[in-house]
C-alpha cells in the first residue's frame, strides 16, 4: 500500500533562518507531489507541485522553492525565512490518468518562525 | 484561474440530525473532480467524497452525499445522522484535469457536532 512521510511535525525557527522540509511516497511509482500551506484558521493555498524528477511548477510567488531530486522525494527549501512563513505545511500525492484522481496527504509540518 | 468559495465559515448541528455544507466554484474547464476533504483536530486530511464532472449521478458514501449542479457550479455536502466524530473542519476542492492536476481548496467551514 502507499504512505506518504513527512518531517519533522513541529518545527521553530528564527526569522532569517534556512528551512527543508521533506517528503517520501511510498508505493507508487511517478507520483504528482505538492506541497500546501495552510495558514491558521484559513484554506489550502497550493504552493508547488511537481509531475517528475526535477520538474517544480510555482503557483504563487514567494520565499520559498522546491525540488524533487527523486521520483518520490519533495523537498520544500527556504534560505532566509520571514515571519510569513509560519503555517502548517502539506505535502501530498496523486496518481495521474488511472481515472481514480485523489490527493492523499502527509501528516502535515507546523512550522513556527519567531 | 479556479476559484473554490465556501461561505459558511462555522455550522453546528445536533447529534443524529442532518447538515448540509455549502460550496460553489469558478472554472472554464469541462472536465474537472470535486471533492470534500475532512480535517479533524489531529489536522490530518481525509477524503469524504468525490465527484467527477462529467457523472450526473450524485456520489455517495454511506452518511455523505452531495448535491452537484454543474451548470450551477455548486457542489454541497450533506451529511446525515450526524455523529461527534464527525466534528472537523471541512474543505470542497477542485481538481484541474491536465499535466500535475492541481487541486484547489476553498477555505474551509468549521463543522460541530453538538451532543
Known amino acids: 500500500s502507499q504512505t506518504i512521510h513527512q518531517w519533522p511535525a513541529t518545527l521553530v525557527q528564527p526569522v532569517g533562518s534556512p528551512l527543508s522540509l521533506e517528503c517520501t511516497v511510498e508505493?507508487?511509482?511517478?507520483?504528482?507531489l505538492y506541497w500546501y500551506r495552510q495558514a491558521a484558521g484559513r484554506g489550502l493555498q497550493l504552493l508547488f507541485y511537481?509531475?517528475?524528477?526535477?520538474?517544480i511548477s510555482s503557483e504563487v510567488p514567494q520565499n520559498l522553492s522546491a525540488s524533487r531530486p527523486q521520483d518520490r522525494q519533495f523537498i520544500l527549501s527556504s534560505k532566509k525565512l520571514l515571519l510569513s512563513d509560519s503555517g502548517f505545511y502539506l505535502c501530498?500525492?496523486?496518481?495521474?490518468?488511472?481515472?481514480?484522481?485523489?490527493?492523499?496527504f502527509g501528516s502535515g509540518t507546523q512550522l513556527s518562525v519567531l | 484561474a479556479q476559484t473554490v468559495t465556501q461561505s459558511q465559515p462555522e455550522m453546528s448541528v445536533q447529534e443524529a440530525e442532518t447538515v448540509t455544507l455549502s460550496c460553489t466554484y469558478d472554472?472554464?474547464?469541462?472536465?474537472?473532480?470535486l471533492f470534500w476533504y475532512k480535517q479533524p483536530p489531529s489536522r490530518q486530511m481525509i477524503l469524504v467524497i468525490r465527484?467527477?464532472?462529467?457523472?450526473?449521478q450524485n456520489a455517495t458514501e454511506n452518511r455523505f452525499s452531495v448535491n452537484f449542479q454543474k451548470a450551477a457550479k455548486s457542489f454541497s455536502l450533506k451529511i446525515s445522522d450526524s455523529q461527534l466524530g464527525d466534528t472537523a473542519m471541512y474543505f470542497c476542492?477542485?481538481?484541474?484535469?491536465?499535466?500535475?492536476?492541481?487541486?484547489?481548496f476553498g477555505t474551509g467551514t468549521s463543522l460541530t457536532v453538538i451532543p
Open positions: 465527484q467527477e464532472a462529467y457523472k450526473q
Open positions: 501530498a500525492w496523486s496518481v495521474q490518468g488511472e481515472n481514480n484522481e485523489k490527493l492523499f
Open positions: 472554472t472554464s474547464e469541462s472536465n474537472y473532480y
Open positions: 476542492a477542485f481538481m484541474k484535469l491536465n499535466t500535475g492536476n492541481q487541486f484547489y
Open positions: 508505493g507508487t511509482s511517478n507520483p504528482n
Open positions: 511537481s509531475v517528475g524528477i526535477g520538474q
